[in-house]
């Protein structure tokens, strides 16, 4: 039994009526991911990336500048950038070449995914050390049940797309990848869901590492139980919006300076 209806969430959903109108929608989320972001620690100096595709020319995304606090990012901070990786529109000049390396061809390879997140957030880049994929340990962890792939070629910074493409390669139809040895990344059909399921990724890697931790063996839930949880309680794609909801609530109430 679902926690609640899908069609239920999706009627819960904003609609928007014009194409600016969502753009501008897409904007306000974006930003307010990062502030999201920040407050959560996942800010590592520089790195780390959010995007979201322009509704009107989907070969462009909207990301945030090089080298700007996530934690002062407003609307007006927002960058457009082309295929090609010009900054296209935006009152900042830098762009991470990373984050173009890595979105741009994510973008390309799935024109299902609206938004792409990416952070070296503490427990993602330890986890991304052992190879490994999570495993079912939790009601949560549920959600990413053979819906995450791992990428495996660790070559240093990401510079070139041709990386990116094997990213993208990796993460394949799934929510979610393990990058080795960096972190991890994840996609959704909105901002919201995408940053919902990196919040969520990152605290079942930490519950994971904690349990293992205890020197017990963690006892996984079975694979029918798994699939189920996660196509009908917690890893479908309204499931990972609707969670979003409270962080994004709290982040507007605490930082009403976002929108500008």
């Not at 595709?53 to 934690?71: A, T």
Request: one cysteine or more; proline letters at 5%; a negative charge.
């Amino acid at each position: 039994m679902p926690v609640a209806n899908p069609k239920h969430l999706e009627a819960m959903m904003p609609k928007r009526e014009s194409i600016e109108e969502e753009r501008t929608y897409r904007k306000q989320q974006l930003a307010a991911a990062f502030r999201v972001f920040g407050k959560f620690g996942f800010s590592e100096g520089v790195a780390g990336h959010i995007t979201v595709r322009d509704p009107e020319d989907e070969h462009k995304f909207w990301v945030n500048p090089f080298g700007l606090s996530f934690n002062r990012i407003t609307v007006s901070d927002l960058i457009l950038v082309d295929g090609e990786g010009k900054i296209v529109e935006g009152k900042h000049s830098m762009l991470n070449q990373a984050a173009f390396a890595i979105h741009s061809r994510v973008h390309a390879a799935r024109p299902d995914v609206v938004a792409a997140a990416h952070a070296h957030s503490l427990y993602g880049k330890t986890w991304s050390t052992l190879g490994r994929l999570l495993d079912p340990l939790t009601q949560d962890a549920c959600a990413f049940y053979d819906d995450h792939g791992l990428y495996e070629e660790y070559t240093g910074v990401v510079l070139d797309t041709s990386e990116g493409d094997r990213i993208a390669k990796a993460l394949g139809d799934k929510k979610a990848a393990i990058l080795k040895n960096h972190g991890h990344l994840t996609v959704g059909g909105t901002v919201e869901e995408a940053t919902w399921w990196f919040i969520c990724m990152e605290r079942c890697f930490q519950s994971q590492i904690m349990a293992e931790q205890t020197g017990i063996k963690p006892q996984p839930i079975d694979h029918d139980t798994a699939l189920n949880t996660r196509n009908n309680e917690v890893g479908f794609p309204i499931a990972g919006w609707f969670n979003y909801q409270p962080i994004y609530q709290d982040i507007v109430d605490a930082c009403p300076d976002v929108f500008n």
